[in-house]
């Protein structure tokens, strides 16, 4: 049962990147989905998720109206869409996924973690 993000990198401010969370072992159509980030020297941060039908989204206020949750259940795949990014946005980004729905996110007990993607917004 496994988790693992792709396409992170280095991004200039103001630009964009497509995080994807792709599950293997396991289907995510029942699950919930989030990403949460980590900067150097904070403490882990709930970005954004996304209940297992996609009708019910959160987000976190330092990226309302910039990320986009969606998710692809026939790919097992879950995207963010990360546009006007900011060098505050630079952490590891983290999915992890669980049953339970994103009603009390980011305190959601979610079973299931990512290794984690660097992102890095710089110049």
């Known amino acids: 049962l496994q988790l693992v993000e792709h396409d992170g990198g280095l991004v200039q401010p103001g630009g964009s990147l497509r995080l994807r969370c792709v599950a293997s072992?396991?289907?995510?159509?029942?699950?919930?989905v989030a990403w949460f980030r980590q900067a150097p020297g904070k403490e882990r941060e709930g970005v954004s998720c996304i209940d297992s039908k996609g009708g019910s989204t959160k987000y976190t206020d330092a990226v309302k109206g910039r990320f986009t949750i969606s998710r692809h259940n026939g790919q097992n795949t879950v995207f963010l869409q990360m546009n006007s990014l900011k060098p505050e946005d630079t952490a590891v980004y983290y999915c992890a996924a669980d049953t339970a729905s994103c009603g009390i996110f980011p305190d959601v007990p979610f079973d299931y973690w990512g290794q984690g993607i660097e992102v890095t917004v710089s110049s």
């Open positions: 072992g396991f289907t995510i159509e029942h699950h919930s």
